[in-house]
C-alpha cells in the first residue's frame, strides 16, 4: 500500500485561512475564500489522495460553518479536517466499503464540532448559548465510482465534458422541506422567511438523537469533474435547483479544455466574487 497526500497553500492580499487553497496534482484541487462581504472566511476545503493496493482515492471534502452558531469558522475548520483524516484512515487500514468510509468521516466531523467549548460564546435573547454547527459534504472517488454523505445545503455535482450538470446531491433546507410538506413550487419557497436555513448539519442535536446524514453514489467516466461548494458558490452558479445550471456551464465552458482543477476551482470562486460575493465561497474540483 502507497499513500500520496498534497496540500498547497496560496495567498493574496488575504491571509491564509481567508483565501486558502488546496492542490493534490493537476487534477484535483480545492479553494475556500472569505468573498466580498464577509469579515472571515467561516468555509473550509480540503482534498487529499490515497492508493491503496493499485487503486487511487480521491478525497474532497467541504464545509460551511452556520453564521448565527457559535464559532462557527472554528467548526468548519476542525470539521473539515478531522473528515477528511477519518476517511483517509479508513481507506488505509484496507476498507473498501466507501459509505463506511464516509461514516466515519462524518462522525469524525461530529465529534470535532461537538469538541468546541461554548463558554464565552454569544447569548441571545433568552440568554441561551449558541453550539457550533457546520454544514458538511464529502466525497470519495476511486475506481469508477463516487460515494458522497452530507448534511445540510453544501452540493455536489457531475459535470460532463461537452455539457450539462448533474446535481448529485439534495440539500437539506426549509426549501426543499416546503416543497414536499406544502406542495408548492421552488420558486414560492424561496419567497418563505425561511428558504435559507436549513433542516440538517453537524453539531448539538436533542438529546437521545444523532446526525442523519445522506448517502449517495454515482458512476464515473473520463471526462467528467466532481465539484463539490458551498451555497457561496451556488447561488450564483445554480441559484433554482428545478433549472438548468446555466451559469455554472457557461463558466465550465469559458475555460480552456485542458485547465486543471485549481485553475478550474478558482475560475468558479472569482465568478462568484464578480457576481456579488454575499457569502464564504468555497470549490473542490476533481478532473477524471
Known sequence: MTSTQGNAHSVNAHSARDDLREQVGPHLAARSFIGCQKRRNE??????????????????VVTDGVSTSGRPDEAAELACIAGRDAILAQLGAGNKLLQDCLKAGVNAAQKAVL????????????????PPQAAFIAAIAGAGKAALVWLGDCRAYLLPRGGGARLLTRDHSWINLLVETEGISVLEAMQRRQAHWITRCLGRVKSGSSIEPSYATADLNPGKLLMLCSDGFWNYGHPRQDQRATP?????HALPADADAATIASRLVDFACESGGHDNITVAALKL
Open 43 to 60: 468555509d473550509y476545503g480540503t482534498v487529499a489522495e490515497l492508493i491503496v493496493d493499485g487503486t487511487t482515492y480521491s478525497i474532497l
Open 248 to 252: 455554472l456551464l457557461d463558466q465550465m
Open 115 to 130: 469538541s468546541l467549548p461554548t463558554v464565552g460564546i454569544s447569548t441571545n435573547g433568552r440568554g441561551r448559548k449558541r
